[in-house]
């Protein structure tokens, strides 16, 4: 059975980095400061990077921003596929999420059926004002309707490629790669 090979390395630690400092200050221009802004992480990658662009705000602009996690296990589409007992690791939201900007953060978006998960589980926490997607890497290739607001690298991709996002703590080392199935 073929296994996937690493064909290139997209993005590396500094590239992560920088990428994340622009995001951050794409997020405090576009929303007029961090008011009643929340960063939420998608479990498992988005949740380290939305605490390092809480980092990044704080440096800009003193202003530490609450960062929750959001487990989307139970609201995807494909759950019949997961097995007969999906691990559940539970969504942490610090704040009461109405009437706040909610910027929920993920490290690719593909077809768009996470964040479309994503959306279900947050509208049964609360109402928040607005929902604001950053992601990592834009790969393309969506079958839903959604778009990102914050994107740190547009990559394009053939669909037999797979992009995989590397983050510490979750992973050894800070790096994007595009993988892709061998023969």
Do not use: C, W
């Amino acid at each position: 059975m073929a296994g996937l090979i690493e064909k290139t390395v997209i993005m590396d630690a500094q590239a992560i980095r920088r990428a994340l400092i622009r995001v951050a200050h794409e997020i405090i221009e576009k929303n007029k400061g961090t008011g009643d802004l929340i960063l939420v992480g998608i479990r498992t990658r988005g949740v380290p990077l939305a605490e390092r662009l809480a980092q990044e705000i704080k440096k800009i602009e003193g202003v530490e921003l609450p960062v929750g996690i959001l487990d989307i296990t139970l609201y995807r589409d494909d759950l019949s596929t997961l097995g007969h007992q999906p691990i559940v690791h539970g969504t942490q939201i610090p704040v009461d999420i109405n009437g706040k900007k909610v910027i929920l953060v993920d490290d690719v978006l593909y077809t768009g059926r996470t964040v479309r998960a994503a959306l279900d589980a947050i509208v049964d926490i609360g109402r928040p004002r607005l929902i604001q997607l950053a992601v990592l890497i834009d790969r393309g290739h969506r079958e839903l309707p959604i778009r990102a607001d914050y994107v740190g690298k547009n990559v394009p991709t053939s669909r037999k490629e797979v992009v995989s996002v590397q983050v510490e703590p979750v992973d050894k080392a800070d790096k994007v790669v595009i993988k892709e199935f061998a023969e």
